[in-house]
Every structure is written in C-alpha cells, then in structure tokens.
C-alpha cells in the first residue's frame, strides 16, 4: 500500500508508479506480487473506486487513503487475477490491523466477501464507458473526437497487461537464431524485422545473451521510428531526444558506421543513455541541450538524418505506464504540441538538403500526431511525408497512427518527412 499511497495520494498529484518501485527492489514472488497489484489498481481504479463508492454507507475520510486502497487492492484481486477468492477476502482484514486501522477489517471483510460473489462485469453493468474503461472523462472525450470508431478498443486494449518484446541485436545475431535460443513462448512481430514477443515475460538476466547486448526489451511500435530512418552508412544522425537511450542503442545497431550523436535535456538521464550503450557495447557522442534551441549545442554541421522522439503524452503506452491517466490533464497537451512543434522547427534547419527526419510520439492523440505533422508540412513547403504505412493502417492526414494491441505493439505515431523535392520515398 506504501507504494500506491505515493502514486495515488488520494490528496492530488502523486509520484510515477516505474520511480516509486524503484524504492522498493523486492525480488522473488512478493515482488512479483506487489508491481501486479500496484500495475491493477491504477489500470482498473476508475471502475474499482466507483463500485467501492457505492457500498459505503459514508464516504471514507481523507485520512483513511491506506484504507481505500487496501480495499481496492483486493477487488483488483478478485476481478482480475486469478487468485484464489477465499484466500484474497481473508488476507484484508489483517492488512487493515497491519495499517493500524482495525475499525476496517470488518468493512474489507463484507466489501471483499460481496464482490467475491460478482464478476466485475456484473459489478459495473450500471457504469458509464469512461468509468467502465477506467479513464478521466477528458481522455474519454478526447478519444471520442479524434478516433470515434476506436475509442472504446484503445481504451480496452490499455486495461491488459503489455506484451514482452525484445529487439534482436543485428549485429550479433539473425532473429531466427535468437527466437530458437529462446524456446518455448518465442514468436516473431510482423511489423519490426528485429522483434521477438515471449510469453510469458522473463527477468532479464535469464535471456540469452542479454549481458552481453545481444538483446534489448523494446516494444514492436517503438523500434519503427529508428528501423524506418534512413541515413547513408557513415552519415551523421542526431537522436534528439534520446534517453534512455532504447532507440540511441538501435540506430548505433543499424549503422554501426555512422557518426551518431544522442541530445537529451536532462543531465541525469545521460547517465542511463551511457550505461545502455554500454551494454550494447556500444558509443555515442553524447549532449545535453535543449532540442528546441540548437544555437546552444550545435556545432553547425548538418545531419543526414535526424530522429525527434518527442516528450508527449504518453497515451499510447497507458497499460506499460497506468498511473499517467490519472497524472496527466487536459491543459498539459496544448503545452506539449507547443513544445514539439518548436523542436520541429528548430532542428529542420539542421538537416541536409535530401535528408530525413523522423518525428515520433507515444500518443494518440491527433494534437501531438498527424494534426502537428500536417501543421508542418504546411509550414515547410521543403518537408515531404514519405512515411511507408501498411494499406490496412488508420487513415490520418500524415504519418503512421498505430493503436495499442493486446499482445501487439503499444499505441505509437510516427512521420518520415524527406527534405527537398528528391524523387524517391
Ligand atoms: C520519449 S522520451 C525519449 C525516449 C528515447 N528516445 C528512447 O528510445 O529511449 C523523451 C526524452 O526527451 C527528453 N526531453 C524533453 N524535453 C527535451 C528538450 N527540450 N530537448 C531535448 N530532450 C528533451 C526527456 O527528458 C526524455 O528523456
């Protein structure tokens, strides 16, 4: 409960479900157990507060927060893993004596004893959809707007657990060989050439090879943006906003040749793009400096590619990072298509006639996706959209939109724009 009483305060912003857990390096079953039902409750809270509102004569004080919470750990419990329901409604009310509230163990006692009669199905049948699908109303609405034929499946496809994917190192190995040293639970993505997706997940340390860089985690949608980008063997490719470095480590296995330089803002997080290259046993020129204002860390010779992995919403990868639905608000989108749409600008001049950056975002949402690239494209006449998408894609005014897929790729955007009139794609 420590842990979701810091991500959910119960009192207005709380802190990032992936640092919090960082504090708390349990291994084994018990952390196993605590990430899944920290991960459930902030995919599932919505519908789990709704239903648990509804069974109290009184509402529950602010001061009793470790309280709801516990509750709602259980009801995730029950609704959603398979655990057995006689040993999950008797485990509750000890947890509330352990959380020095004993006036609640016989609340959690009768709570947990009736939803264990229900599925949660039944539970909400009452539920409007953006309680049912566990999402603040703005998000819900913004959906609607932007994808009114596929709102409901991207918010269904968020409430399920991500797939493990892994990225096949091409310069150590074929994805053949890796998916045979993997075994059982291996299959190839149909959209990366270098994906592979296990079933069930494996800590890292026990994948073959993974020591020595052989293989990274990286979701399919993720590794497009570098596997679409096209430079010349020794170019020289800007990752703008690179860390932790996932796609500074691909593009240094695509073009092991290049001249590659990684940018990111944030001086502590270079440290992370280091120790990934490392493993990978690989290098980088690494900067910190502002994408947006290149006058303070560009040495005034252009690139030949440039790959603008963009801060954003995050609303693509809501079932990898759950506890952001009730982190972001509406007025942060505005401020972040402000903020790539300066980058766009400033780092297109840095780019060499014929060249191709590469704009990609973690969203869905049209604002940070193909309305900005259009917005672009009318601001640059020089910018060309030359992104390959498959014939069954969604069709939007430029790039590639990808949806969240159970088992498949996150929810993922991106746009290859060519500069000058090249004939070619
Ligand atoms: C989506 S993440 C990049 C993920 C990374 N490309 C990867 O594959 O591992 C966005 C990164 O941009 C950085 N960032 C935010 N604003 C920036 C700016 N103005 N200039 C450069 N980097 C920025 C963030 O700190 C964050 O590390």
């Not at 539920?127 to 913004?142: E, G, V």
């Not at 120790?275 to 204002?293: H, I, W, Y």
């Given at each position: 409960?420590?842990?979701?009483?810091?991500?959910?305060?119960?009192?207005?912003?709380?802190?990032?479900?992936?640092?919090?857990?960082?504090?708390?390096?349990?291994?084994?079953?018990?952390?196993?157990?605590?990430?899944?039902?920290?991960?459930?409750?902030?995919?599932?809270?919505?519908?789990?507060?709704?239903?648990?509102?509804?069974?109290?004569?009184?509402?529950?004080?602010?001061?009793?927060?470790?309280?709801?919470?516990?509750?709602?750990?259980?009801?995730?419990?029950?609704?959603?893993?398979?655990?057995?329901?006689?040993?999950?409604?008797?485990?509750?009310?000890?947890?509330?004596?352990?959380?020095?509230?004993?006036?609640?163990?016989?609340?959690?006692?009768?709570?947990?004893?009736?939803?264990?009669?229900?599925?949660?199905?039944?539970?909400?049948?009452?539920?409007?959809?953006?309680?049912r699908l566990s999402l603040p109303d703005w998000l819900y609405k913004r959906w609607c707007?932007?994808?009114?034929?596929?709102?409901?499946?991207?918010?269904?496809?968020?409430?399920?657990?991500?797939?493990?994917?892994?990225?096949?190192?091409?310069q150590q190995q074929q994805r053949a060989g890796a998916i045979a040293a993997l075994g059982?639970?291996?299959?190839?993505?149909?959209?990366?050439?270098?994906?592979?997706?296990?079933?069930?997940?494996?800590?890292?340390?026990?994948?073959?090879?993974?020591?020595?860089?052989?293989?990274?985690?990286?979701?399919?949608?993720?590794?497009?943006?570098?596997?679409?980008?096209?430079?010349?063997?020794?170019?020289?490719?800007?990752?703008?906003?690179?860390?932790?470095?996932?796609?500074?480590?691909?593009?240094?296995?695509?073009?092991?040749?290049?001249?590659?330089?990684?940018?990111?803002?944030?001086?502590?997080?270079?440290?992370?793009?280091?120790?990934?290259?490392?493993?990978?046993?690989?290098?980088?020129?690494?900067?910190?400096?502002?994408?947006?204002?290149?006058?303070?860390?560009?040495?005034?010779?252009?690139?030949?590619?440039?790959?603008?992995?963009?801060?954003?919403?995050?609303?693509?990868?809501?079932?990898?990072?759950?506890?952001?639905?009730?982190?972001?608000?509406?007025?942060?989108?505005?401020?972040?298509?402000?903020?790539?749409?300066?980058?766009?600008?400033?780092?297109?001049?840095?780019?060499?006639?014929?060249?191709?950056?590469?704009?990609?975002?973690?969203?869905?949402?049209?604002?940070?996706?193909?309305?900005?690239?259009?917005?672009?494209?009318?601001?640059?006449?020089?910018?060309?959209?030359?992104?390959?998408?498959?014939?069954?894609?969604?069709?939007?005014?430029?790039?590639?939109?990808?949806?969240?897929?159970?088992?498949?790729?996150?929810?993922?955007?991106?746009?290859?724009?060519?500069?000058?009139?090249q004939q070619d794609t």
């Amino acid at each position: 409960m420590r842990v979701l009483d810091r991500v959910i305060p119960g009192k207005g912003d709380g802190e990032s479900l992936r640092e919090v857990l960082r504090d708390f390096p349990l291994a084994g079953s018990d952390g196993g157990l605590m990430r899944d039902i920290s991960f459930g409750v902030c995919r599932h809270l919505r519908p789990l507060n709704h239903w648990l509102n509804q069974q109290l004569s009184k509402p529950l004080k602010a001061s009793a927060q470790p309280v709801r919470l516990a509750l709602l750990a259980g009801l995730y419990e029950l609704w959603f893993t398979e655990r057995p329901a006689h040993a999950i409604v008797n485990a509750y009310p000890a947890l509330c004596r352990k959380l020095k509230a004993p006036w609640a163990a016989g609340l959690s006692n009768a709570v947990l004893r009736k939803a264990s009669q229900l599925r949660a199905e039944q539970a909400l049948a009452d539920a409007t959809p953006n309680i049912r699908l566990s999402l603040p109303d703005w998000l819900y609405k913004r959906w609607c707007q932007d994808w009114p034929d596929q709102a409901d499946t991207i918010a269904q496809a968020n409430l399920h657990t991500p797939p493990f994917t892994l990225r096949v190192n091409r310069q150590q190995q074929q994805r053949a060989g890796a998916i045979a040293a993997l075994g059982e639970g291996a299959r190839p993505g149909e959209l990366s050439p270098w994906s592979i997706y296990v079933t069930p997940a494996r800590p890292v340390f026990d994948l073959p090879g993974f020591e020595q860089g052989a293989l990274s985690v990286q979701d399919e949608a993720a590794q497009l943006p570098a596997e679409l980008l096209q430079a010349p063997p020794t170019g020289r490719i800007l990752d703008a906003c690179a860390a932790p470095g996932g796609k500074t480590g691909q593009l240094r296995e695509k073009f092991p040749n290049a001249e590659l330089v990684a940018l990111e803002l944030e001086d502590k997080r270079l440290r992370r793009i280091e120790e990934n290259l490392a493993r990978l046993n690989a290098t980088a020129t690494l900067l910190q400096g502002d994408a947006s204002q290149p006058d303070s860390w560009w040495d005034g010779k252009p690139f030949d590619a440039i790959l603008l992995d963009a801060p954003c919403s995050a609303t693509g990868i809501l079932r990898r990072q759950p506890d952001v639905k009730w982190h972001r608000k509406s007025s942060d989108i505005p401020v972040l298509a402000d903020l790539q749409a300066r980058m766009l600008d400033a780092l297109w001049p840095l780019l060499k006639p014929g060249g191709m950056l590469v704009y990609a975002t973690c969203s869905v949402l049209r604002e940070e996706n193909d309305h900005q690239i259009s917005a672009f494209l009318q601001r640059q006449p020089q910018a060309r959209d030359v992104t390959p998408r498959p014939e069954q894609a969604t069709m939007v005014d430029a790039g590639w939109q990808l949806f969240p897929q159970q088992d498949g790729p996150d929810g993922f955007y991106l746009a290859c724009l060519r500069k000058g009139a090249q004939q070619d794609t």
